[in-house]
C-alpha cells in the first residue's frame, strides 16, 4: 500500500498539471480522469488535494469546466468525507453562487446538492436553495429542485423548513405544471416526524382530485406510496387508494403504475399488511383482466415470499387459497404459473399453522405443475410467455423439495416419465436446458439420491445421446452435457454398488467433438461430485492442451489429487463386500503420496495474481487427515503382532492410551486447523464453509470415537455425554446436500459400532477395540470428499491495504539506505498511525483464465455469469474492522551472539476496533519504548461481517524500530571531547629529522 501512495502523489502531480493547461478541452479531458483515480488512490491526503485543485478550477472555469467538475464530484460522493479541508473547498465553490450568471448558479446549485451527503445542516446552502426556488430561470429553478430532494432526503431540518414553500408552489397558480411534478416527489422525504408525514400526505392527497390528468396521477400515487414506505403509516389506507384505483379507474397506465406501487409496499412492508388487505387484493383480482390479474398475482407473490409478513390465512376454503385453485388450472398459462408460484410461497404459512394442511398444499401444487406441463410440453416454446411461465414453474419445483423426498420423488417421475418419454423434448432445446438445470439444482441439494438411481438407463442413455455427433453443433449441446453429467453424479452417489460411470461413459466424453474447456468444466464439477476417476482420466487428457507452464501444472496437480482421491474410493466399491483393511492401508499410503506430488505441482502453478493458498492448505489438511488414518491402522496393527497374552495387562493399557492418545491430539490439531483455514476465507461461498465444516466434523467424530473407547472402560457415562455434545450445524441451513447428510449418516453408523463394542466382554477388549477403531476409520473414508467451489472460483474478493506510518522505507530514504529500523529515543512516545483501504475486485477464479487449445477459442474463458453474480450479490461486506498490535523485543545491542541467545519477548498489546467509512479506516496508537534494544511492532488485520463473524483476513505488516539512548549517547561524545582535550600534546618531529 505505501507504493500505492507513492504513486498517488505522482498521479496527483500529473492530474494538476492538466489543469494549468490552456485550452478548455484539454482541461476537461483532465478533469474526467479524476474519479478513475479517486477509485484507485482512495486516501485522504490525496483525495483532499485533488478536490482542493478542483475547487479553483471550479471558481476560475468557464461553466464547460464547471459542467465536468460537476460529474466528477457526483461520481465520487463515496469519497468527499474523506475532504480533511472542507470548508477550504466549500468556500471556493459556494462563492460562484454569487455570480449574475443564472446557468453558473444552476451548476452551482446542483453542485452543492450532490454535496448534500456532508453540508446538509448548512443553514447558508438551505437560504440559497429555497431562493433558487423563487427564480425566474427556468434551469436554475429546476437546479434548485434537484438541490432540494437532496437536502430534504440527508437533512431533517431542511424538510421541515421547506414543506410549507413547497406546499405554497403546489398551490399556487403562477406555478408552471412542468415545475410542479418535479416538486411532487420532494414530498416522499418529508418524513422527519408525524406531523410533518401526514401535512405531507394532505398535501398529496389534496393533489389528486384537483389534477386528476395521468402524469399528476402517477407521479402523486408514486410518491404517496414511499412516503407511506418511509413512514410506515397509513399502509392500509395507501393500500385501499391503490385498490380503489385498480377497480376504477380506465386508463391502464395508473392501473398498471398502481399495482406497482403494490409491490413496493409488498416489498418493504409486508408485515403492516393484513389479512384484510389481501382479501381486499382477492376481490379485485375477480373483477379484473387477465393482464391486471398476472400484475396482481405478482404482487401476492412479493407479498407472500417476505419472511415478516402477518400469518396468512390457509385455511381450507380462504379466498387466498381458492384464488390460487382457481387460476392454476386458468387457459392462460402465465396466470397459472403465477398462481402455482403463489401456492408454493404459501408452504411455508401452512407448515407453521397445520401440517396436514400443508401435505394438502403440497401434493396441489404438484398436481398444477404436472397439469401445466401437459399443455407446455407439446408447444414448440417460441414465445417469450411459455418461456417465462417455464422459468417461473421450475423455479417453484425447488421449493416443493423438503426432507420427506415426496416432492422430489414425484418430480423425477413427471420428468422421466412424461417429460423426456417417447422424445417429446428435443434434448438439447431451450426448453430441455432450463428443466435440465432445475433437476441438477434439485438433485445436488437433495437428501435422497436413490431415487434417481431408478433412472440411470434413462440418464445414461441421454448422456450418451448429447455427447454423440448429432449434436455436434448444437449452440446448448455444452451446458445440457454438465448438467446431465452432474445428475449422474448424485445418482451414482445413491448407488451401494459398482460405480455406473463405465469406461463407456467416460470414453464417450473424450472421443466427443466437445471442446476442452467444456471437458475441464465436466472434470471440476466430477471433483465437486465425488467422481475423482472421471475427473483423473479428463485432466490426465487436458494436460498437454493448455497453452502456458502455470496452467499445465496447475491441472497436472489437479490430477494428482484426483488419483489420490479415487485410489480411496476404489475400496469401497466393492459391491457390499467387507472392506479389506490391508488393502485400504496400502491405498492410503498411495493417496498420500499422490497427495505430496499433487501439492508439489499445485505449489509450482502460483502466480503473483494466483497465490493459491487456500488450495494448498486445504489439500494439506486433507492429506494430513489421510497419514493420521494411517497411523492409526499402525497403532492397531500393535495388538495385532502382540495381542493379550504376549503382553501384560498394564503394559497394554499404557501402550494403548500412549498410541491412542496421540492420534486424538493429532485429529484435534488438524480439526483447528480446518476451522482457521475456515475463518481466514472471507470470500468463500456458503457451500464451500459447508463444504469445510464437513471434514471438520470428520476429524471430530474420529477423535470421538477414539476417546469414546479408552475412556468408556472406565467411565461408562463418557460415551453417552460425548455423543451429545456433538452438533451438525453448518450455520447454512439452506444448504443442505448429500454430502452433509453422509458425515450425519457416518457419525449415526460409527456410534452404532461403539455402542456394539461396549457390550462385549471385557477379556476381548483389545481385539475388539483394534476391529472397532479400524471399522470407524473405514466409516469415515468412505464419506466421498467434494472439493468446493472456492477451491476453483471466488465469486467476491475482498482485500485490505494498510499502510503504516512511520514505516521502515520511510527511515531507509532518510538514510540514504535499503533498509533500516525506525530510530526514536528512548525516553520519547511513537506515534503510530496505521490507515486502510478495503479493496473489492470483480469476480475471479482459478480456472477463468485458463486457455486451452481447440477450434472453438470463443470457449476457452469461463462464463461472464460469475461477474454478474458478484455485482449483483456478494456473500458477506466488512462491517468492522479489527486492528491488533503487538509490540515485541527481539534483542538488546549489536552482537551477533547475543542475537542468537537472546529469545523475543512480548511487551505490550493494543486492540482497536474501527468502522470503515466508504472503504476507508485509520486509527493511531501511542507505543513506548522505555529500554534501549531493538523491537518489531506487529499490525495483524480481522474483519467482522454484517452476521457479527468476525474472519482472520489479515494482512500483517510489521516495522521495525531501534530505541537509542540519545542522553547517553550525547553525554559519551561529551566525554570522549574532554579525554581528548586532557590527552597529553604529541611530540612534533621535524620532517628533516623523519628523513634522518
Known amino acids: 500500500m505505501e507504493e500505492s501512495i507513492q504513486e498517488s502523489g505522482i498521479a496527483l502531480v500529473e492530474l494538476h498539471k492538466g489543469l494549468t493547461l490552456e485550452r478548455c478541452g484539454d482541461v476537461c479531458g483532465a478533469i474526467v480522469k479524476f474519479q478513475e483515480t479517486f477509485t484507485k488512490y482512495p486516501f485522504p491526503s490525496f483525495i483532499s488535494s485533488a478536490f482542493l485543485g478542483l475547487a479553483e478550477a471550479y471558481r476560475n472555469g468557464n461553466n464547460v469546466m464547471r459542467l465536468c467538475i460537476l460529474r466528477v464530484t457526483r461520481q465520487s460522493r463515496s469519497h468527499l468525507d474523506k475532504i480533511t479541508n472542507f470548508e477550504e473547498f466549500l468556500k471556493k465553490i459556494f462563492s460562484v453562487i454569487h455570480t449574475n450568471d443564472p446557468l453558473a448558479r444552476a451548476i452551482t446549485l446542483r453542485m452543492l446538492g450532490s454535496l448534500s451527503k456532508i453540508i446538509s445542516e448548512r443553514k447558508n446552502v438551505h437560504h440559497c436553495i429555497c431562493k433558487g426556488l423563487d427564480s425566474h430561470d427556468e434551469v436554475e429553478q429546476e437546479a434548485a429542485i434537484f438541490a432540494t430532494i437532496q437536502f430534504a432526503s440527508d437533512s431533517h431540518d431542511f424538510a421541515n423548513s421547506i414543506c410549507n414553500k413547497i406546499a405554497t408552489l403546489l398551490k399556487g397558480l403562477s406555478t408552471q405544471l412542468e415545475i410542479k411534478l418535479q416538486l411532487i416527489p420532494v414530498l416522499q422525504h418529508m418524513h422527519a416526524d408525524v406531523e410533518i408525514s401526514t401535512k405531507a400526505r394532505d398535501i398529496l392527497m389534496d393533489l389528486l382530485p384537483s389534477y386528476p390528468t395521468q402524469d399528476f396521477v402517477l407521479i402523486t400515487l408514486k410518491t404517496l406510496t414511499l412516503l ?21 379507474d380506465p386508463r391502464n397506465a395508473v392501473r398498471f403504475n398502481a399495482i406497482d406501487n403494490l409491490n413496493l409496499l409488498a416489498n418493504r412492508a409486508a408485515h403492516l399488511w393484513s389479512n384484510k388487505d389481501i382479501n381486499a387484493v382477492c376481490e379485485t383480482f375477480h373483477e ?61 404459512h401452512a407448515f407453521r399453522c397445520n401440517k396436514k394442511q400443508y401435505q394438502s398444499i403440497r401434493n396441489q401444487t404438484i398436481d398444477g405443475i404436472d397439469s401445466i406441463l401437459l399443455l407446455l410440453i407439446p408447444l414448440p416454446s417460441n414465445s417469450n410467455n411459455e418461456r417465462k411461465a417455464l422459468k417461473i414453474i421450475l423455479s417453484a419445483l425447488q421449493l416443493l423439495c423438503d426432507e420427506s423426498g415426496i416432492a422430489e420423488e414425484r418430480i423425477y417421475e413427471i420428468f422421466f416419465t412424461y417429460v423426456y418419454a417417447e422424445s417429446r423434448v428435443e434434448i438439447c432445446s431451450d426448453m430441455s436446458r432450463y428443466m435440465l438445470e432445475t433437476l441438477a439444482a434439485i438433485s445436488t441439494n437433495s437428501h435422497f439420491p436413490k431415487y434417481l438411481f431408478e433412472y440411470k438407463k434413462k440418464l445414461c442413455s441421454m448422456f450418451l445421446e448429447v455427447c454423440s455427433e448429432k449434436y455436434a ?15 449422474l453424479c448424485i445418482c451414482d452417489l445413491g448407488s451401494e454398488k459398482s460405480s455406473i ?23 471440476r464439477q466430477a471433483f465437486r461430485l465425488g467422481q475423482h476417476g472421471v475427473a483423473r482420466r479428463l485432466l490426465k487428457e487436458l494436460c498437454d492442451c493448455v497453452t502456458s507452464e502455470q496452467h499445465h501444472f496447475w491441472i497436472s496437480g489437479l490430477e494428482q489429487l484426483a488419483m489420490g482421491e479415487s485410489t480411496i474410493a476404489s475400496c469401497f466399491r466393492s459391491g457390499g463386500a467387507p472392506v479389506s483393511w490391508p488393502l485400504m492401508d496400502s491405498n492410503i499410503t498411495k493417496a498420500v503420496g499422490h497427495y505430496h506430488s499433487g501439492i508439489s505441482i499445485l505449489m509450482a502453478a502460483v502466480t503473483p495474481n494466483r497465490g493459491l493458498e487456500f488450495q494448498c492448505e486445504y489439500a494439506r489438511l486433507r492429506r494430513e487427515t489421510l497419514q493420521l488414518h494411517s497411523h492409526l491402522a499402525s497403532c492397531c496393527q500393535i495388538i495385532t503382532v502382540k495381542p493379550p497374552p504376549a503382553l501384560s495387562k498394564g503394559v497394554l493399557e499404557i501402550t494403548l492410551n500412549e498410541k491412542l492418545g496421540e492420534c486424538i491430539k493429532k485429529f484435534h490439531t488438524i480439526d483447528v486447523a480446518y476451522s482457521k483455514l475456515r475463518m481466514s476465507s472471507f470470500d468463500c461461498d456458503p457451500t464451500t464453509l459447508t463444504n469445510i465444516e464437513v471434514l471438520q466434523q470428520g476429524c471430530s467424530i474420529m477423535a470421538f470415537a477414539i476417546e469414546s473407547l479408552i475412556q468408556s472402560s472406565g467411565d461408562k457415562s463418557f460415551f453417552t455425554d460425548a455423543k451429545t455434545s456433538i452438533f451438525f450445524d453448518t450455520g447454512y441451513p439452506q444448504r443442505s446436500d448429500v454430502f452433509s447428510k453422509a458425515i450425519k449418516g457416518a457419525f449415526e453408523k460409527i456410534s452404532s459400532l461403539i455402542e456394539e463394542f461396549l457390550t462385549k466382554e471385557p477379556n476381548k477388549f483389545t481385539q475388539v477395540c483394534t476391529q472397532c477403531l479400524t471399522q470407524c476409520s473405514a466409516v469415515i473414508l468412505s464419506v466421498p470428499i467434494s472439493y468446493p467451489r472456492y477451491f476453483f472460483q471466488n465469486l467476491q474478493s475482498t482485500r485490505i491495504g494498510l499502510a503504516i506510518k512511520p514505516s521502515n522505507k520511510t527511515a531507509a530514504i532518510q538514510r540514504g539506505t535499503t533498509t533500516d529500523p525506525y530510530r526514536i529515543d528512548a525516553e520519547k512516545r511513537l506515534t503510530l498511525k496505521v490507515e486502510g483501504v478495503i479493496q473489492r475486485d470483480v469476480a475471479t477464479s482459478n480456472d477463468n483464465q485458463i486457455q486451452i487449445d481447440s477450434h472453438k477459442s470463443s470457449n476457452f474463458l469461463a462464463p461472464s455469469s460469475n461477474k454478474d453474480v458478484s455485482a449483483k450479490r456478494r456473500f458477506r461486506e466488512v462491517c468492522e474492522v479489527k486492528l491488533h498490535l503487538t509490540v515485541v523485543r527481539k534483542y538488546k545491542g549489536n552482537h551477533k551472539k547475543m542475537q542468537a541467545k537472546c529469545v523475543p519477548t512480548e511487551l505490550e498489546s493494543h486492540e482497536r476496533c474501527v468502522e470503515p467509512q466508504n472503504d476507508y479506516f485509520q486509527s493511531q496508537f501511542l507505543l513506548n519504548f522505555r529500554e534501549v534494544g531493538f523491537y518489531s511492532v506487529v499490525v495483524e488485520t480481522s474483519t467482522k461481517d454484517h452476521e457479527g463473524v468476525w474472519w482472520k483476513t489479515g494482512p500483517t505488516e510489521t516495522i521495525y524500530v531501534k530505541a537509542n539512548d540519545e542522553a547517553a549517547r550525547i553525554q559519551q561524545q561529551i566525554q570522549a571531547q574532554q579525554n581528548s582535550r586532557n590527552m597529553p600534546p604529541q611530540p612534533q618531529y621535524h620532517r628533516a629529522n623523519r628523513l634522518l
Open 288 to 348: 379484473s383482466t387477465n393482464c391486471l390479474k398476472r400484475a396482481l398475482l405478482n404482487v401476492m407473490c412479493t407479498l407472500c415470499s417476505s419472511s415478516s409478513i402477518v400469518p396468512v390465512d390457509v385455511s381450507p376454503g380462504s379466498p387466498l387459497l381458492n384464488l390460487c385453485s382457481n387460476s392454476m388450472y386458468d387457459s392462460d398459462i402465465m396466470q397459472s404459473a403465477l398462481a402455482i408460484k403463489l401456492q408454493t410461497s404459501l408452504l411455508s
Open 501 to 523: 460411470f463405465t469406461n463407456s461413459i467416460i470414453d464417450s466424453i473424450q472421443q466427443s467433438s466437445l471442446n476442452h474447456w467444456t471437458k475441464y468444466q465436466i472434470a
Open 228 to 248: 407511506s414506505s418511509h413512514t410506515f403509516v397509513d399502509i392500509p389506507a395507501q393500500v385501499e387508494l391503490l385498490l380503489r384505483y385498480v377497480r376504477c
Open 473 to 487: 453443433d448444437h449452440p446448448n449441446r455444452s451446458c445440457i452435457t454438465i448438467f446431465i453429467f452432474v445428475i
